[in-house]
């Protein structure tokens, strides 16, 4: 059984930094690219970054790029996700995505 396990989310003010975790089983990790994606309150899901399954290659939405990165533990079969310089639009839900597969989510709320 595929699972996708997210943590590492919560509150923090504007600014300020945070590093999700995407601890993941039941797949090959390494073959597979793996994927952030965020919803929003209101909004629909806005993929946020991609990278390869040799972790080669990285690839970010305009909005995070810079600021965001990401990255992955062939070892532990995790993915992370290192946020800096976070902004009140980086307020969402996080999932960890490989191919159809989707984590739970972690809460990001960012507010002074």
């Known amino acids: 059984e595929v699972q996708l396990v997210e943590s590492g989310g919560g509150l923090v003010q504007p600014g300020n930094s945070l590093r999700l975790s995407c601890a993941t089983s039941g797949f090959s990790f390494g073959n597979y690219d793996m994927s952030w994606v965020r919803q929003a309150p209101g909004k629909g899901p806005e993929w946020v970054s991609r990278?390869?399954?040799?972790?080669?290659?990285?690839y970010y939405a305009d909005s995070v790029k810079g600021r965001f990165t990401i990255s992955r533990d062939h070892a532990k079969n995790t993915l992370y996700l290192k946020m800096n310089s976070l902004k009140p639009e980086d307020t969402a839900i996080y999932y960890c995505v490989a191919e159809t597969a989707w984590g739970q989510g972690t809460q990001v709320t960012v507010s002074s």
């Open positions: 990278i390869t399954s040799g972790g080669n290659s990285t």
